[in-house]
């Protein structure tokens, strides 16, 4: 009998890509769904007038993509904007698609793993605010050479 093999998006992080590249944010991803008996069926990234309020997400959402999880390089791409995300997290959640953020090794299958993670997800974006500062910024730096 053939195991399924769970199908993966992984949306990667634009922001980090002069610290971490989007080749290995890829293969990073990859081998964890290679480890997780996964396949990789699409990869995406926000782009410049999108990385704060995530609307490709956003609209990967509502095209009701057939996947059984979406993977992000990090949690710090949901801390980009000022609001807080946590309704996005629920609304997928809510699609029966779990979340996974390869950087902080969390994985959220439903709502109540997210909401035994919520502290640390609410103080995630405070005790990072210097990196998430920093990062913007000199991204929005490479934007205006």
């Not at 009998?1 to 990073?28: H, P």
Request: net charge positive.
């Amino acid at each position: 009998m053939k195991k399924y093999k769970k199908k993966y998006l992984a949306l990667l992080d634009i922001v980090i890509t002069e610290i971490v590249s989007q080749k290995l944010q890829v293969s990073l991803i990859k081998d964890y769904i290679t480890k997780n008996n996964g396949d990789l069926v699409f990869y995406s990234t926000e782009n410049h007038s999108t990385f704060q309020n995530l609307n490709i997400l956003r609209h990967k959402i509502k095209e009701k993509i057939k996947v059984d999880g979406i993977i992000f390089y990090s949690l710090l791409q949901f801390c980009y904007s000022k609001r807080n995300n946590i309704h996005l997290m629920e609304q997928i959640l809510d699609k029966k698609i779990e979340l996974t953020f390869i950087r902080e090794n969390i994985t959220l299958k439903n709502k109540l793993q997210l909401k035994n993670k919520i502290i640390e997800i609410k103080y995630f974006p405070k005790t990072h605010n210097s990196l998430i500062y920093n990062l913007k910024k000199n991204f929005l730096k490479t934007l205006k050479k």
